[in-house]
C-alpha cells in the first residue's frame, strides 16, 4: 500500500506541475505553410475561392473514398459551404464555411469538425505578375484548460504535413491551368468534343424577347423527352447562329441518346466530333458579348479557325443560383 500512495503522490504531483506549466502555454495553435506558384492569382485564387475545385487538391478529401460530401449550391466565394460524414476517424464529421472572400487575395473559413469546436482558416493570396505566393494559415482559441494547451503545441506537426500537401497539389494544378490563356480573365481550355445527337428548337427571336423564349423552349424539349421517355444527358445549350441588331438565331437544346419524333418545332440534330475552345464564363448572360468578341480576336491572332456556331453550355441553373455574378457557362468555340 505504501508503494501505490508513493506512485499515487508521484502521479499527482507530475499532473499538477504539467498543469501550472500549461497555464503559461499559449491559448491558442496556429499553423501556417507558405508556397511560391508560377501562376496568375486569379488562377490560384478561383482553385480555393469554388469548394468544388477543393476535390482536386486537398488532402482531406483524399483520406476516405466513402465519405459522403455534400455541397452548398453555388458553392463559390462568401456563405458557400460544404459538409462531410465519414466513418474514418481521422475525418469524422464537418463543416468548411466561406466567411469572407477578397478577389486575388484573400479568402477566410471557418472549420468545425467532430464537436471539437471552431478553427479558422486564411489563405492569403499574392499577386507578383506571373506568380503567386500562396500562404495557407489555421488558427485556434484553445482556451483555459492548462492541459488542452499542450495539444496546441502539437498542431503544427500534426496538421503542416498535410498543409504542405495540399499546396504542392494546388501548385501543381495551377501551374498547369496557368499555361493557357485568359479570355478577359476567364480560363479557357482545348478540347475534343464528341459526336453529339440532340433535340432543339431554332427561331430568330428579339433580344428583348430571349429569356422568355429560352424558358418556354427548354421547358417544351424536356416535357417532349419525357413523354417519350428518351434518356437524356449533360446540361441544357443554345446553338448561337448569328446576332445582328436587336435579333439573335438561335437554337436551345438538349443532348439524347438515342433518336426520338420530332414535331413542328423540335427538331433532331447532331454536331459531328470536333476541336473546341473552351472559355469558362462566370458572370451574367447579359454581359457574354464581349466576351465572343475578345474569344473571336485571340482566335484570329493565333490563326485557328473556326468552324460553326458557338455553343453555351449552362453549367448550373439560373432558378437555383439567384446571384446572376454566379452564373457559370462554357462557352464552346468549334475550330479546326
Not at 476517424?89 to 479568402?107: C, V
Not at 419525357?226 to 436587336?246: D, H, L, M
Not at 464564363?281 to 458557338?310: D, R, V
Amino acid at each position: 500500500m505504501k508503494f501505490v500512495r508513493i506512485v499515487l503522490i508521484i502521479v499527482l504531483t507530475v499532473i499538477g506541475i504539467a498543469g501550472v506549466i500549461g497555464m503559461f502555454l499559449p491559448d491558442s495553435a496556429k499553423v501556417e505553410r507558405t508556397i511560391y506558384i508560377k501562376s496568375r492569382a486569379t488562377i490560384v485564387y478561383s482553385l480555393i475561392n469554388d469548394l468544388n475545385q477543393w476535390p482536386s487538391w486537398s488532402p482531406w478529401h483524399q483520406i476516405d473514398p466513402n465519405t459522403l460530401w455534400n455541397y452548398s449550391e453555388p458553392a463559390i466565394g462568401k456563405g458557400a459551404w460544404y459538409s462531410w460524414t465519414s466513418d474514418n476517424h481521422n475525418l469524422g464529421t464537418g463543416k468548411m464555411t466561406i466567411d469572407a472572400s477578397m478577389p486575388n487575395e484573400r479568402i477566410d473559413l471557418t472549420l468545425s469538425m467532430n464537436g471539437m469546436g471552431n478553427a479558422q482558416l486564411q489563405f492569403l493570396v499574392e499577386g507578383r505578375g506571373p506568380q503567386t505566393k500562396l500562404s495557407w494559415v489555421f488558427s485556434k482559441q484553445i482556451g483555459n484548460n492548462p492541459y488542452a494547451r499542450y495539444w496546441g503545441l502539437l498542431m503544427n506537426k500534426m496538421m503542416g504535413p498535410d498543409f504542405e500537401k495540399g499546396l504542392e497539389a494546388l501548385k501543381v494544378i495551377a501551374e498547369k491551368r496557368g499555361a493557357k490563356p485568359l479570355i478577359m480573365g476567364h480560363e479557357t481550355d482545348i478540347v475534343t468534343m464528341e459526336t453529339m445527337q440532340y433535340i432543339g428548337t431554332r427561331k430568330q427571336v428579339k433580344k428583348e424577347l430571349l429569356n422568355q423564349f429560352l424558358g418556354t423552349s427548354f421547358s417544351n424539349i424536356i416535357d417532349a423527352i419525357k413523354k417519350q421517355e428518351v434518356p437524356f444527358k449533360g446540361t441544357p445549350f443554345t446553338i448561337n447562329y448569328a446576332a445582328k441588331n436587336n435579333v439573335v438565331d438561335i437554337e436551345p437544346g438538349i443532348q439524347i441518346e438515342r433518336p426520338m419524333l420530332e414535331s413542328e418545332s423540335l427538331k433532331l440534330g447532331k454536331i459531328d466530333s470536333c476541336k473546341a475552345f473552351v472559355v469558362h464564363y462566370t458572370g451574367p448572360y447579359s454581359q457574354m458579348a464581349p466576351i465572343y468578341e475578345a474569344t473571336f480576336n485571340y482566335l484570329k491572332e493565333q490563326s485557328i479557325q473556326a468552324i460553326g456556331a458557338p455553343i453555351e453550355f449552362y453549367m448550373n441553373d439560373p432558378t437555383i443560383v439567384i446571384d446572376s455574378t454566379q452564373f457559370k457557362t462554357d462557352i464552346f468555340f468549334r475550330i479546326q
